[in-house]
């Protein structure tokens, strides 16, 4: 039985590549303990730093994107596209379990140490509340990578991911329900909630956590969870404060860029560079754009031959967790759940508004009118398919929504994800199993 001795040592490693090597988890001789406001927001910095680059890998699952034969990084990435979850080559890149526990392992400390240690000021309420906020959104992705979606009607029964809340080099990891890691989640916000100082974080340094990020958050937390009344007042509680949109009519800055009036929360890195080099855009993708008056087509893609690059990512500046779109598309589904379609078409139409040419967007208008509700939602699909594209959205919508088939061909092979695939939920990984029989 394998203790989480083996992901604090990561994180004892990881502290010293980035700089802060004074800081670990017990004082041994020679070594300083983290005490001051400056101290653990070095301590949160590595855990921003530190943040896995997951939603990169999820779209190897998706029906975004092919593989890319061609390219150096092709063997590490292959098995991915081929959701090949156990048995996988040495070579094959993992999806980043021990990543997410190394961050929260810096978490763990700065909340149960930092509260009793830091002076009391409004600094140490932002440094706890950020803590909060990045440990519940951890615990949110872990979740929702290795467990089943989130049903009511099972999440009590169904296996979710281990909870550690502590630094504690002989706790155990168990897997704890999806129940009981959704009810931490919400704990945590709550904490982060009664103590958030800053309303929003300016550009530049909002890869960190705020209210309008946490109300963002809570928004998306609640879509997943399927509560339409607290996904809807949690948008328009953003939206009441921060509603702007990157009018591609007059901006050719892509609306997910840490820049853009849009952003709220600029921490994941959801298309990174070894994995835009190894993709192109699916032609079921590029099929989805009226490429003549959707302004997002030239924004997102570059044409390389008969396919498509992928463009809106690659670099740091294009990091986003949290946009305003993401507001009104939550707004606009949980609108249509609550049987109030023509409000829910209007949500949707005010992003759209910004995305087409003025005969374009006319044209969607009156694509949109007749809709029934069941048409709607399956349109509203689409559209977030296209606005969300590569961003780190798809392998979750597709998880929480139909779970449709898709095919990827591999090396001349045909890989199939059938429908409701169990597959759709990973695997722990190999190397994590191996270090806890456990799991």
């Known amino acids: 039985m ?8 990561l994180a004892v490693i990881s502290f010293t590549s980035i700089g802060c090597d004074r800081f ?23 855990a921003y730093s530190k943040y896995p680059i997951h939603r990169s890998l999820s779209a190897l699952r998706t029906d975004e994107m092919v593989i890319d034969e061609n390219t150096s990084d092709f063997p590490y990435y292959r098995e991915l596209a081929m959701w090949k979850d156990s048995n996988y080559d040495a070579e094959t890149k993992e999806f980043q379990w021990a990543d997410f526990y190394t961050v929260i392992f810096y978490l763990n400390q700065a909340i149960n140490e930092g509260s009793k240690t830091m002076k009391d000021s409004p600094e ?14 951890s615990y949110f992705d872990l979740v929702n990578l290795y467990a089943k979606p989130y049903n009511a009607a099972t999440a009590s029964a169904d296996r979710g991911v281990p909870i550690s809340l502590k630094a504690d080099m002989e ?17 945590d916000m709550g904490k982060a909630e009664g103590l958030m100082v800053e309303q929003q974080q300016a550009a530049g340094a909002n ?17 997943y969870q399927g509560d339409w009344n607290k996904a809807l007042q949690y948008a328009q509680a953003v939206l009441s404060i921060k509603a702007e949109l990157s009018n591609l009519n007059t901006s050719n800055t892509a609306p997910n860029h840490y820049m853009s009036v849009e952003s709220i929360l600029a921490l994941d890195n959801p298309l990174n560079t070894n994995v835009q080099n190894v993709i192109f855009a699916s032609l079921e993708l590029i099929s989805k754009y009226n490429s003549a008056t959707d302004k997002r087509f030239g924004i ?18 294009f990091r986003v967790s949290f946009r305003t779109a993401e507001l009104y598309f939550i707004k606009s589904e949980a609108l249509l759940k609550l049987n109030r379609l023509d409000e829910a078409k209007e949500a ?8 087409y040419t003025p005969a374009g967007y006319t044209a969607v208008q009156n694509e949109i009118s007749p809709m029934n509700a069941s048409q709607f939602m399956s349109y509203l699909l689409d559209e977030r398919f296209r606005e969300f594209a590569l961003e780190g959205h798809r392998w979750f919508d597709l998880r929480r929504a139909d779970q449709k088939k898709i095919i990827h061909i591999v090396n001349g092979a045909e890989y199939i994800l059938q429908q409701n695939d169990p597959r759709y939920t990973i695997e722990y990984p190999m190397s994590a199993k191996k270090n806890n029989p456990n799991l």
């Not at 890869?207 to 879509?223: D, I, P, T, V, W």
Request: glycine share 2%; proline share 3%.
């Open 2 to 9: 394998r203790k989480i001795t083996t992901f604090i040592a």
């Open 24 to 46: 670990l988890d017990i004082q041994p001789e020679g070594k300083v303990i983290p005490v001051s406001v400056e101290d653990y927001r070095k301590i949160l910095t590595s």
């Open 124 to 137: 140490k309420n932002q440094i706890l509340a950020e803590a909060y906020a990045l440990r519940a959104y």
């Open 171 to 187: 706790a155990v990891l168990k897997p704890s329900t999806v129940q009981e890691v959704y009810n931490q989640i919400h704990e």
């Open 207 to 223: 890869y960190k956590f705020s209210k309008n990020a946490l109300m963002a958050f809570n928004a998306r937390l609640a879509l």
């Open 300 to 317: 997102y893609f570059e044409k390389n031959n008969s396919r498509y690059k992928v463009i809106k990512g690659g670099s740091n500046n």
């Open 348 to 355: 949707l139409l005010k992003v759209l508004a910004n995305r």
